[in-house]
């Protein structure tokens, strides 16, 4: 029986003609017989894709070929094709949405201005450095606030952020200025939305600023649910979530009961994309599912099954 397995990647590298990469990528994945989500800019590229292993592997070793890409950062995952609806592949101004293109410097050799990366080893050296002379290493999310419902690093700040573009919103406020002089490391899934998060921060004054290289992924493959990570990780296709192993712990809890769960749920009103927590119980009642949003705009749950 065929193995199947899912990649994430991506590469910060100027790029001329974002059009000609985004049409050699989806004849690429059609060629495999692969599904995913690519985005291609000036900048870089972004994406994720699945299938039968071997494709994967093909298919990961063509786009490596091309020389700017000859150091994409690759992580695999359990999953296949059949987690994406269909093959995706678009140009945009940013392979990750901050709303910040101007601020971003991308030469040869990526993100420049960025935090330090570190590997997840590095990480606990940091930990157990600055704890042993007092000091405590702040662990900053750089993902959307819902994601961290199902999993987070231990005591990590969370920004209260719905979207990638919330976040410049967010470092201006003021509201993190008392973590400018602490020694911060930013983590995301795969790492790519630190490489522009902590670059934004370095520029806004924080001093000591790291990332963590590979993201949650890649701390997962090193240290499952041994280490700092507590929880599942989020992700963005049919899986919905992760486990690194069958020890790690449901942190998330049912908005209907609180029960322990990990598994998100759309709100009832087929039209709104809103994600929330619910046991499979709670998950069958319609009037639970409405999110406050649609319930204040006056939708029942007969309207909401209908329109769905």
Same mark, same amino acid.
């Given at each position: ?20 990469? =985004?049409?050699?990528? #989806? ?17 870089? %590229? ?17 786009? &490596? ?17 059949? !987690?994406? @609806? &269909? %093959?995706?592949?678009?140009?945009? =101004? ?5 709303? /910040? ?12 201005? +960025? ?43 969370? @920004? ?5 573009? !919330? ?22 899934? +795969?790492?790519? #939305? ?12 924080? #001093? ?5 290289? +590979? +993201? ?9 649910? =041994? ?11 049919? &899986? ?5 192993? @069958? ?12 029960? @322990? ?8 009103? /087929? ?11 709670? /998950?069958?009642?319609?009037?639970? &599912? ?19």
């Amino acid at each position: 029986m065929a193995q199947h397995r899912i990649v994430l990647f991506y590469s910060f590298t100027p790029l001329p003609d974002p059009e000609a990469i =985004r049409l050699w990528q #989806r004849t690429l994945l059609e060629k495999w017989g692969l599904r995913g989500r690519i985005l291609v800019s000036k900048d870089g %590229i972004n994406g994720t894709a699945g299938g039968e292993i071997s494709a994967v592997k093909q298919y990961v070793k063509a786009t &490596r070929e091309y020389p700017a890409f000859h150091r994409l950062d690759v992580k695999w995952s359990a999953g296949s094709a059949e !987690d994406f @609806p &269909r %093959i995706s592949v678009k140009v945009r =101004r940013e392979i990750v949405s901050f709303g /910040a293109p101007g601020e971003l410097v991308v030469t040869e050799d990526g993100v420049q201005g +960025g935090g330090r990366h570190l590997t997840p080893e590095q990480v606990h050296d940091l930990v157990d450095a600055r704890r042993a002379v007092g000091q405590d290493v702040v662990f900053f999310d750089g993902r959307n606030a819902f994601e961290a419902q199902i999993g987070k690093f231990r005591d990590a700040v969370v @920004p209260q952020v719905e979207t990638t573009h !919330d976040f410049i919103r967010e470092l201006d406020s003021g509201k993190y200025d008392g973590l400018k002089d602490q020694p911060v490391v930013t983590y995301c899934t +795969g790492g790519i #939305r630190c490489e522009v998060l902590s670059a934004l921060m370095v520029k806004r004054g924080f #001093r000591e600023v790291y990332q963590l290289q +590979g +993201g949650i992924v890649r701390y997962g493959e090193q240290y499952g649910d =041994r280490g700092l990570w507590e929880g599942s990780l989020y992700v963005f296709d049919r &899986r919905m979530h992760l486990e690194f192993t @069958p020890e790690s712990v449901t942190v998330g809890r049912c908005v209907g009961c609180e029960a @322990p769960t990990n598994k998100f749920e759309n709100c009832a009103t /087929a039209s709104c994309r809103k994600l929330r927590l619910f046991c499979p119980e709670c /998950a069958g009642d319609d009037s639970l &599912r409405l999110c406050p949003d649609c319930y204040a705009s006056g939708h029942s749950p007969v309207e909401a099954s209908a329109t769905a």
